[in-house]
């Protein structure tokens, strides 16, 4: 077996028994048998434990960006559009695919429990994404907006996406199952997301100036004035 193979063995081991035991529960021990290599390949590879842990966690962001990507957005694409699309990209990686789910099951160990990979986890993938939204966010809000409400307004959007991965049991003992199936879809879930976002933003109008059509598909109601953002950003500047 090559040298490149057993440290690939080792990280793909080491991350399903990671995701399932956290950092301190789980063993180096139980990672090489997982691996079916010698104890002593985990220092030779990777040095002890904590690097081989923020090894793992690292190629499990790195796995789960590369399953659910970013669209390409033109010049033409609306900020709107983006943000819809962001949206179901995140809760797509969050809850949407059967790939490996692990790797979202470790990041959030890290998310809610942080260890010395946080902080790398953070500067290479989570803060980019997080930069990605805040220029979407930048294209919609009038131009004076300073920074730190664009990061409060940022953080707000993605607990909502948080909540149905965090708080995913809860939900499901909260609300029926059919209700779930009817309406609790990635991309279902990204357009409220959305929507309500939109609307508290001045984009959209507010839920309680719709009507409904019978599709069930929230629609502007007749006769409703509502600024583009455009025309919000002319009227502000």
Known sequence: MSTDDTRTRILNAAGPVFAEKGFSDATVRDICQAANVNVASVNYHFGDKEQ??????????????????????????????????????MITRMLGTNQAPWQVTLMMREVLHPTAACKALVKDHFRPDFDLLVGILREIMPEETPDFKLHLIGFSILGQCLNYRVAGEVVSIMIDEQERRDHYSVPQLAEHIAEFSLAALGCIAPYSERTTSESGRNIPAPNHSHASTSARRSVSR
Do not use: C, G, H, N
């Open 52 to 89: 081989l842990y923020i090894a793992t966690v690292t190629q499990a962001r790195e796995l789960r960006v590369r399953q659910v990507q970013f669209p390409v957005w033109s010049e033409e694409t609306s900020p709107e559009e983006k943000l819809r699309d962001y949206l179901k990209t």
